[in-house]
């Protein structure tokens, strides 16, 4: 068989009939093997979509539209490793536990998943009595391991994604123990510079309602290419048994 593409135009107006992508899903091309209709081998879906990437349904993707805020593949494949929205209980297979947040290498510190029915029973706990998100004892979070030395710092940073619009912005969830001892600034990097994008002149967000009590902060993004976003905290010599907790990592309008 063939396809055939018909266009016309106008004679009377110059104007012309563009085309681009043009593809065939996977199933269409000869394997040799004796696969079910619609299961291509592996290393088929590989050489049909190259350069691009292979979505779970088969279809194929680009590493530009791979963390772009678009669900490109129609099955999450293509942002599962960036996802928008983190409240970190739901557990979904091929994701990252933190949904693509990370501590770099370079930091001794870390971030842990806990719920505040596991953590209250450890002494001195002075945290959250449940998550953000539902106000569950059983509900997700995640909070800093113990610092080990005066002014440690340590970051926790975003996936990198590829695109976001003009109205793009990020709001989080925070709790500290004691916030006068402890550091906090938002940082949006792309390829071009590192910029504080919290606390500023412009955020109305009070810094003592995270005082061992839940609060949203917020953040302006706009229309970025290639950026991210690291939370940068340092403790004092005092306090380096004070936790930070993070609920509900959310990218929106992106």
């Known amino acids: 068989f063939d396809i055939i593409l018909e266009g016309q135009v106008n004679t009377d107006h110059k104007c012309s009939v563009n085309i681009d992508d043009i593809s065939m899903t ?15 081998p592996e290393d088929d879906l590989k050489n049909v979509c190259r350069p691009n990437l292979i979505c779970r349904n088969k279809l194929c993707y680009s590493k530009e539209e791979q963390c772009n805020f678009i669900d490109d593949c129609n099955d999450g494949t293509d942002e599962e490793k960036c996802q928008a929205t983190c409240d970190f209980d739901e557990i979904i297979d091929h994701v990252p536990p933190m949904c693509g947040w990370y501590v770099p290498k370079a ?5 842990e998943i806990t719920t505040a029915a596991s953590s209250a029973s450890t002494p001195g706990y002075h945290g959250p009595s449940a998550d953000h998100t539902s106000g569950s004892k059983t509900g997700h979070f995640i909070k800093t391991t113990k610092f080990q030395s005066e002014n440690q710092k340590l970051e926790l940073h975003s996936p990198l994604f590829r695109h976001s619009n003009n109205n793009c912005r990020f ?29 500023n002149k412009t955020s109305r967000d009070d810094k003592h309602a995270f005082h061992q009590n839940w609060a949203v902060g917020n953040v302006f993004i706009g229309k970025q290419d290639n950026f991210s976003l690291l939370f940068e905290m340092i403790h004092s010599k005092e306090y380096l ?9 959310n990218f929106y309008n992106c």
Request: proline content about 7%; hydrophobic content about 35%.
């Open 241 to 249: 048994d004070n936790n930070i907790f993070f609920d509900d990592l």
């Open 26 to 40: 996977p199933e269409c091309y000869p394997t040799g093997k004796s696969n079910s209709p619609n299961e291509a």
């Open 171 to 199: 709001s989080f969830a925070a709790f500290f123990e004691n916030f006068e001892q402890t550091s906090m600034k938002i940082y949006l990097k792309n390829s071009e510079k590192l910029s504080q994008v919290w606390p």
């Open 107 to 111: 930091f001794k510190g870390s971030f």
